[in-house]
Each structure stands twice: as C-alpha cells, then as structure tokens.
C-alpha cells in the first residue's frame, strides 16, 4: 500500500521526552494504573484520544487574532453557523462547548421517562445522557460490529430487521429517536453506508421516529463511502458529507474531532420548536445560543477547521495514517479489530491477554503495561467504559474488549507510529506477564475517567 507524505508542513513544534522504565513504573503506579489520570508530561507518545487533540492550521491560529468575544451577538457564531448551515444542511446550529454538551441538550428536549433510544452501539457520554433523562439504550448494530475478526465493509451499519422488531415490541411512539453514530467508535471506527443512511431514515419517516446523528467523525465516514461504496467514487468529500445528513433530523457534533479545533461542538436541527427548547436549556446549561460555552476566536476555528477536513488529501492522510499503523501490528499478528476503522487501532484486548477474563479487566491492565513498556498513552474501551447496569449494578461484559491506539490529527508522524508499533510488537512476546487488575476507587458515573486500580 503507498502512504501519502503529509499534506502540511510543520511550523511549529513541541517538546517530548521518554521516562526511564522505573519512572514509568512509578508513575502508572501514581495514576492507579488509569491512563486517564497520567500527566501529560509524563507521556511519550500522546495515544489516548482524538478528541481536541489536533494541530491547528496556520489560517486557524490566524483567526484566533479576530475572535469577537461579545457576550451576545458574535460575529464568529455567524461565520459557525452559515459553515455548518452550508456544509450539513440544516436550519438550526446551537454552539456548545464540546460534543457531550449538545447529547443532553439532545436528550432533554426529546426524551420521555420510560422511552427507548436505539442505536449502532453506545458510546459511553451518550448512553449516560440518554439514561440520565429517563430513557433505555439498545442496541441495533449489525452482530458483525461485535466480532472483532469479522472483515467486512460497514460494520457500522443498523441492522434494520432488529430495528423493526423493536418499533413493533416497545412501539413507535415509545422510542424517543435513533441514534446513528458516524462512525462507531467504540466498534473500532466502522463506518455506515450511505444506503444503510437511507433505509433507517425511510424505515423512521414511516413510523414518525426522528433520526439524529452523532456526527463526531462524520468526514471519515464520507471518506469510507468514496473509498468503498459503489457510485460515490467520483463524488467529492463534501458532497457527500451534505447527502449524509440528508438523511437526518438533525446532529449532535464534538467539533474536537472532524472539526479539526480542541474545544467546542453543537447541535443541529431542523425543526424549529424543538430548536427553541434547546436555546431555553443551552443559555441554563452552557452560555447564550450565540456562543454556548465557546470563546469567539474557538467558534472561528472550528468554522474553518470544518472547511478544512472537506479537502480530499486531508483526509486520504488521516485514514491512511491510521492504517499504518494497523497493517504494521497485523503483519506481526497482533490481534486488531477489523477493518482498520477512521480514528484509531484497536487492539484486542480478549486474545492479546487469553490468559485474563473479563473481571480481570484485560483491556485496562493492557493500556497501563502499554505505558509502562513504552511510555506510550492508550485507553481501555471494555469493561470499565462500559460501566454497570444502572438497576442491577452488575458489571456489563461487552463482547468487544479493547484498547484504543488513537491518532490525533496532524500531530505524529509515520516514524512515532513506528515507535508505537515495535513497542507494542515486543510486549506480545511476553503477554503472559500481564497482570489483571481490580477496583480500588470506583466512581458511580463513567467510572473510566477518574477510576483507580491495583493489581489482583
């Protein structure tokens, strides 16, 4: 496979320096053995999130210099919502300061106590959010996103006969909208048809259920579909991107993403009262509707970081970037999710750590030797981010136990994920040596974030 050389060259740098091994020991120790709670400073090779971790373009930094940080009114907000008006078709933006925000500006103003939210599988804020405001997650994904060896395009995908079984048991009326995640993150970044977009929309519109997105990656997404799906080979990335969320009532966006800034997001809508609920709750919640918890000089930003991940060699490098590193780890048999997804490699945590079972929490006792052995920062996305089941308190046990080797954009080169992936080659020469970990700090909500561990 040809690697593109980066679209960019680099005009600004930082610093990074590697621990010794006994100081890495000292510190994992210190983090109870939570990647989470690192320092910063303590870290190599920064892998633990795409989110709000991306270099900033020059014309991005520039536009900092003209934020207009009136309390109400700014012009910033302006330029953020004719960009994303133009670039995803919708008539209402509420900015907030990151993607989580708009999930529960999302869930208050169309959650019903007792509903049903249906989706390609949880993430871990948004299923919080949609309990949080009284309504059950479920799941409709296709059974090939829950099947790590599974090489298929689209694993992302809805499977629409599970969805229709759910409308016809709990009733359509019961089930407050369908969230499509583009793409699924925690399948390992598999992205969605533009058919399968679709079918869910036309299967909802009979039925009178509204379809939103989680459109955190959508331009990845569009990548995949100009890649893999037939008649869109021509079409250009923003074109597709428009057709996308044709299909939909409307979005929420983590503008620390796709968006190619470190803070900020929105929700977007079509329908007019649904839109002025969600300026009553923003203004409680985050800011006024013309900022929404963001700086002007973010909102600035994000409007350009938007027009700037529509570039076709953009994106080809951050797919084809993460796939490097993927195929390096598959040709030493290290067992991945597959297809290589948009954002990230997952490793498999079940059969990298066979020795351990799911109580033994492998894919958090994975990510903490990661950083031991390499000074490389990873995150667990298994057991832990699952959480427990809000009656029962009983652990989930997904099928998917992972570690996620995120790539933020425009920061690593191909010789860091070289780094990464030797390091990662010589711990599965010795994978019997990772220890299980349990619970020694368990907070109540997303217990990953703050959670504390030692070994068993």
């Known amino acids: 496979m040809n690697y593109p050389a980066e679209p960019y060259r680099?005009?600004?740098?930082e610093s990074i320096s590697l621990l010794s091994r006994e100081e890495r020991i000292k510190k994992i120790h210190q983090a109870g053995y939570n990647t989470f709670l690192l320092s910063s400073k303590d870290i190599y090779i920064d892998l633990l999130t795409d989110s709000g971790t991306n270099a900033m373009s020059d014309k991005q930094w520039a536009s900092m210099m003209t934020g207009d940080e009136a309390y109400s009114g700014s012009q910033n907000f302006e330029l953020l919502k004719k960009t994303a008006q133009h670039l995803f078709g919708f008539k209402y933006i509420v900015p907030t300061h990151q993607g989580r925000a708009?999930?529960?500006?999302?869930?208050?103003?169309?959650?019903?106590?007792?509903?049903?939210?249906?989706?390609?599988?949880?993430?871990?804020?948004?299923?919080?959010h949609i309990e949080k405001n009284g309504a059950t997650f479920i799941d409709v994904i296709n059974d090939d996103a829950h099947d790590a060896m599974s090489n298929v395009p689209f694993k992302g995908n809805i499977d629409l006969d599970k969805l229709k079984q759910l409308i016809e048991e709990k009733g359509a009326e019961n089930i407050a909208y369908i969230c499509l995640a583009i793409t699924v993150n925690l399948a390992g970044g598999q992205p969605v048809s533009m058919q399968n977009m679709r079918d869910v929309k036309a299967l909802c519109e009979?039925?009178?259920?509204?379809?939103f997105y989680d459109a955190t990656r959508c331009v990845e997404n569009a990548y995949f579909i100009k890649e893999q799906e037939a008649g869109y080979q021509d079409v250009s990335i923003k074109e597709i991107v428009h057709e996308m969320f044709s299909y939909a009532d409307g979005c929420t966006m983590s503008g620390k993403k796709d968006c190619l800034v470190n803070i900020g997001g929105f929700l977007a809508l079509n329908n007019q009262q649904l839109f002025e609920q969600a300026c009553e709750w923003v203004v409680a919640y985050e800011g006024m509707p013309s900022y929404?918890?963001?700086?002007?000089?973010?909102?600035?930003?994000?409007?350009?970081?938007?027009?700037?991940?529509?570039?076709?060699?953009?994106?080809?490098?951050?797919?084809?970037?993460?796939r490097y590193l993927g195929n390096k780890l598959k040709a030493a048999n290290i067992p991945i999710i597959e297809p290589i997804g948009g954002h990230a490699v997952f490793l498999d945590a079940k059969h990298f750590c066979p020795h351990l079972t799911q109580e033994q929490l492998p894919a958090q006792s994975l990510a903490a030797r990661i950083y031991l052995e390499t000074g490389v920062r990873t995150t667990?996305?298994?057991t832990v981010s699952a959480g427990r089941d809000k009656i029962t308190r009983k652990n989930y046990f997904p099928k998917l136990e992972t570690v996620r080797l995120t790539i933020p954009r425009r920061v690593y080169t191909y010789a860091h994920l070289?780094?990464?992936?030797d390091g990662i080659i010589a711990l599965y020469q010795q994978k019997e040596t990772i220890q299980g970990l349990k619970f020694t700090y368990e907070p109540k909500q997303l217990r990953f974030f703050t959670a504390r561990f030692a070994y068993i």
């Open 10 to 13: 680099i005009k600004s740098i």
């Open 102 to 128: 708009a999930e529960n500006l999302l869930s208050l103003i169309t959650i019903k106590p007792e509903q049903y939210v249906a989706g390609n599988m949880y993430f871990t804020t948004t299923r919080f």
């Open 206 to 211: 009979k039925h009178h259920i509204r379809v």
């Open 292 to 322: 929404g918890g963001m700086t002007g000089r973010d909102m600035s930003a994000m409007a350009i970081g938007m027009q700037e991940a529509m570039q076709f060699e953009y994106i080809q490098h951050r797919i084809l970037q993460v």
């Open 380 to 382: 667990e996305r298994g």
């Open 418 to 421: 070289d780094f990464v992936a």
